[in-house]
């Protein structure tokens, strides 16, 4: 441990932190220096028992030895291999092994480095896809309020969060977004997937009507959306989904970025919910977050309408120096070997049901306004404080933290999706902390 610098640094103005409030952190800085199995460690060497998997993606939990070592390994043998029209032999491994994981017939996998590399890379494939098989009108691009596909203009244009976009003026034309399925009135304190909602989906058709399905090219949607407040697809929801897209010809991408890996008891939501899409992104818990990694999956029908069946030969024209990393697919390699060894999506089926119990406990606590879960997710939303949304969040984030427990705010609902190898004494734990900073605030 010496070696290892885990002391307070004594300039924090040159780091522009991502997502965050600069001003209020450079006073009040919180640090995390080292993590170790389910528990990160401050630089004075206290433990914060990791509720959320870093940002949803430490899935193995933290500071996995097999993994490390696979990164070591590697760095020493090749550090980095140019990617456009050469390769190394982990890049093929890593996506054959991805490919085992994804839904049969899905089996092509183009790497990125994120999540929003992911979103951009998909959208992409979808309009080189249509074009490619003579439909190049096929331009518009549909997403769904409260989704959330990353940074990239694709995926921001795409996404439905309004204060993302604010900044950035111009975003990509013909886009259009269907409706979320957060029905409070309806679904309050469901267990699992809700009730009500599926006719929902039915917004696509009046898309189409509207615009017609020759000028459409995608729908991208997260299966469950996680960073926007944990919104459960309703029953029967995903399926007519499904059903219009392939009525018009219309692909349907998932956004598998928070839902892949195991944190639905399965390794894509594809799989839990029995509903295929044709294209879905990934990245996160591909590496256990140890890397930087992210791909695309797409049909195998995809692939050879660009591959090979381009009419004017041009195959995808796009790609990232990294995709493919050599460290990253070593790192991938591993994670998805310990996955598999280690059993942990059946590790996560088995302790969902306590995860459930334990999260809809809190319903009777005061202030709290409905609480959602699916897999090891839950979201606890609190009533917002008049005038100042986001605030209950924020200070009931804070609180935990300083009593051990690091949640996720996301406006004022708390968003929990803990390593897969939560046991039930943790899972008491968190409840328990977040039990007495929730009353605290009351
Ligand atoms: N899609 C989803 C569903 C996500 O949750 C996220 C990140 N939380 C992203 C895309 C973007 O990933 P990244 O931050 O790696 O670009």
Redesign the pocket.
């Known amino acids: 441990m010496d070696d290892i610098r885990v002391s307070r640094p004594n300039d924090l103005e040159s780091l522009w932190m991502p997502y965050s409030d600069n001003r209020y952190f450079k006073a009040n800085p919180r640090l995390l220096a080292r993590a170790s199995g389910m528990s990160y460690y401050t630089p004075d060497n206290r433990e914060v028992l990791d509720a959320t998997a870093g940002?949803?993606c430490s899935n193995a939990g933290h500071g996995r030895r097999e993994i490390v070592e696979a990164i070591q390994r590697q760095a020493e043998v090749l550090d980095f291999a140019p990617t456009f029209n050469l390769g190394h032999p982990l890049a093929f491994e890593a996506a054959s092994r991805v490919a085992e994981l994804t839904p049969p017939g899905m089996d092509r996998v183009f790497f990125t480095n994120?999540?929003?590399?992911s979103?951009d890379t998909a959208l992409k494939i979808a309009l080189a896809y249509h074009r490619a098989r003579g439909q190049s009108q096929r331009v518009r691009l549909i997403g769904r309020e409260r989704g959330?596909?990353?940074?990239g203009f694709g995926?921001m244009s795409v996404g439905g969060i309004g204060p993302n976009r604010k900044q950035f003026g111009a975003m990509l034309p013909y886009t259009d977004h269907l409706p979320h399925t957060h029905l409070p009135e309806q679904n309050r304190f469901s267990r699992g997937q809700p009730r009500h909602g599926a006719h929902l989906a039915e917004a696509l058709e009046s898309i189409v009507a509207l615009h017609g399905a020759e000028t459409i090219a995608a729908v991208m949607i997260?299966p469950v959306a996680?960073?926007t407040g944990v919104l459960v697809p309703p029953h029967g929801y995903l399926q007519r989904l499904r059903e219009i897209c392939t009525a018009h010809g219309i692909l349907l991408i998932y956004?598998e970025?928070?839902t892949g890996f195991g944190r639905l008891g399965t390794s894509f939501a594809a799989e839990r919910f029995d509903v295929t899409p044709d294209i879905m992104t990934m990245?996160?818990g591909l590496t256990n977050a140890a890397v930087p990694m992210?791909a695309v999956a797409t049909s195998n029908d995809i692939y050879d309408a660009i591959v090979n069946g381009s009419p004017d030969g041009i195959e995808l024209f796009h790609g990232y120096t990294y995709s493919g990393h050599p460290l990253a697919s070593a790192a991938a390699i591993a994670t998805l070997e310990l996955h598999r060894s280690e059993d942990l999506n059946g590790r996560a089926r088995k302790i969902e049901p306590y995860w459930q119990d334990a999260m809809h406990s809190l319903a009777d606590a005061p202030g709290v306004a409905d609480v959602r879960d699916f897999g090891l997710i839950g979201g606890i939303e609190l009533t917002s404080r008049p005038g100042a949304a986001g605030a209950r969040g924020t200070e009931v984030f804070r609180r935990c933290f300083d009593k051990g427990v690091l949640v996720r705010a996301t406006g004022d609902i708390i968003a929990m999706s803990p390593p897969l190898i939560v046991e039930p004494s943790h899972v008491d734990r968190i409840v328990e902390t977040l039990r007495e900073a929730i009353a605290a605030i009351h």
């Open positions: 940002l949803w994120s999540g929003s590399e979103a959330y596909h990353g940074v995926g997260e996680g960073s956004d970025v928070i990245a996160k992210g």
